[in-house]
């Protein structure tokens, strides 16, 4: 397509001052910062889907920091003082993505999270519930008082089976994804920010002068590059130490008198589910074969979807008909420390990634710090 080019479409549709490469939620708030910062700035986004690739469209729209058996994880990792320090992010970028895009925007709601520990389960719940005074202390001064509690009251009115404990988390909300994205992309635009869907980046090209990218679409030419493409970013940075994992979805169709409403945990983590419009959206069992989850395929595994149903059918909606509408998947990205990469890989070269399952709460942050790494260069 290069050589069908006139003069005009090269000069003014591929030539750019910044290019940002990923249109997720960490790319376009990252667009955003650096727009409303410099506004001076040509800037584009290609990405290579006709919709965002990757988590930020297709995750559970969790507003979260973090259920008590993932922090203990974590502070283990990290310590209490670390621990400390990564809940504030994740808290603080909560309240940005909110304050740019407002909460009846995105449909957030506070309806509080809750963690799911089964009968079978006693000495991991009998560890969780004794740590709730110690991380209610440790995020109080961020987050607010008396974030956990215990609250099995709630078991038997959401019906579940199989559940001797359930710790809840009032500070916990949920958010629509799409509405999300969908908004973040429109603030983006307007600010005057060009994105090019359906650009795959095959290569990247450096001089001393410019940087250089070899599209499916042309050649485009930049001064400073930006890779936000997260899980996939290494077919582009092979150097970045990040590792992919897919995390499969499902939902119901729409249940009739549904009385759960909130974001769920369980199994650490690993499982996930919450309400949206009288259906159950499921996710989770990365952990049934953690090789397997380490991909950047699209698509559904039969091992873990058989997991997904039976956690339905045996403790969410137990002796309760439902089916299952349609399922996805999405790719995050995962490392060993628990903070996200930013960084200047190579000379004017950006990326940020690694945001370990966290997009949502730490997305807008990131996008942020990375674009703040973006103007000190300039």
Not at 228 to 253: C, M
Not at 322 to 331: A, C, H, K, Q, V
Request: hydrophobic content about 40%; charged content about 20%.
């Amino acid at each position: 397509m290069a050589n069908q080019l006139s003069y005009w479409e090269r000069e003014s549709f591929f030539s750019f001052d910044v290019i940002i490469v990923g249109s997720g939620i960490v790319g376009l708030n990252a667009a955003i910062h650096l727009k409303k910062q410099a506004p001076l700035l040509k800037i584009a986004i290609l990405e290579k889907g006709f919709l965002p690739t990757g988590a930020s469209t297709k995750n559970a729209g969790f507003a979260c920091f973090g259920s008590i058996s993932e922090l203990i994880e974590q502070e283990n990792l990290v310590g209490t003082n670390g621990l400390s320090l990564l809940i504030e992010k994740r808290w603080k970028g909560l309240a940005k993505l909110r304050n740019l895009l407002g909460d009846k925007t995105i449909d957030y709601q506070c309806l509080g999270g809750y963690e799911l520990f089964k009968n079978t389960e006693m000495d991991l719940a009998t560890t969780c519930v004794s740590k709730i005074e110690h991380f209610n202390q440790i995020i109080k001064d961020v987050v607010g008082k008396d974030a956990f509690c215990l609250n099995n009251d709630k078991i038997k009115h959401f019906g579940f089976d199989g559940i001797e404990n359930l710790i809840y988390n009032h500070y916990e909300a949920q958010i629509d994804t799409g509405k999300m994205m969908f908004a973040l992309i429109q603030c983006t635009q307007q600010l005057g920010v060009t994105i090019f869907n359906n650009c795959f980046v095959d290569e990247i090209k450096e001089t001393t002068k410019k940087i250089t990218l070899r599209t499916s679409q042309g050649i485009f030419r930049c001064k400073r590059l930006v890779v936000t493409s997260n899980a996939f970013i290494k077919s582009l940075l092979p150097e970045i130490a990040i590792v992919p994992g897919r995390g499969q979805v499902i939902i119901t169709t729409p249940i009739k008198n549904l009385k759960i409403a909130g974001t769920f945990h369980y199994d650490k983590g690993y499982y996930y589910f919450r309400n949206i419009n009288d259906r159950i959206l499921l996710g989770g069992g990365r952990n049934i074969d953690f090789k397997a989850e380490e991909t950047t395929d699209f698509g559904q595994t039969a091992i873990v979807q058989a997991a997904l149903k039976k956690f339905l059918e045996e403790v969410i909606l137990p002796n309760k008909a439902f089916e299952i509408d349609y399922g996805w998947s999405g790719i995050m990205a995962f490392g060993k420390q628990l903070e996200p990469l930013i960084k200047e890989v190579r000379t004017n070269i950006f990326c940020a990634t690694r945001c370990n399952g966290m997009g949502i709460a730490i997305g807008s942050q990131t996008g942020e710090d990375l674009a703040e790494l973006v103007l000190q260069s300039l």
